[in-house]
């Protein structure tokens, strides 16, 4: 079955065939939700790519007369974590839609909210910031 230690081209390599990066402007928040998901009917395989990614959340999709579908997703804190891995390994068209996703995130608005959202908003614009600022650095 191979090793069970996967490498990021590895993993850069099945999130370029089966993983997509979403970017969610929902009407009632001002600001951007970010979603990485993978999913196929490979449960190892995604079992693999959650080990590799170390966050997220695998969920069972059945859909009879079909094989279960099996999908890794991360959101906002996480999803960056996993785009900061991933994004120097990309191709052009997924490098662009992380790119477009850590823009959208770097923008965030911070609100006062009860519950300490603001502190998360604030970390994940913060963490898209120095993404961003590292990948540019190192490309120039």
Not at 55 to 81: D, H, M, Q, S
């Amino acid at each position: 079955m191979g090793s069970t230690h996967k490498t990021t081209e590895w993993a850069a390599g099945l999130f370029e065939g089966e993983g997509s990066t979403v970017i969610k402007r929902p009407i009632t928040r001002p600001n951007p939700v970010i979603m990485l998901s993978l999913g196929m009917t490979d449960k190892d395989v995604v079992d693999q790519f959650a080990a590799w990614a170390r966050v997220g959340t695998i969920y069972e999709t059945p859909r009879p007369p079909w094989k279960t579908l099996w999908l890794w997703k991360a959101n906002g804190f996480e999803a960056l974590i996993t785009i900061d891995r991933l994004w120097p390994h990309m191709g052009q068209r997924r490098a662009y839609k992380m790119a477009e996703a850590l823009l959208a995130a770097s923008l965030t608005e911070i609100t006062a909210t009860r519950g300490g959202k603001d502190k998360l908003q604030r970390r994940n614009k913060e963490m898209a910031v120095s993404i961003l600022e590292r990948h540019h650095r190192l490309n120039t």
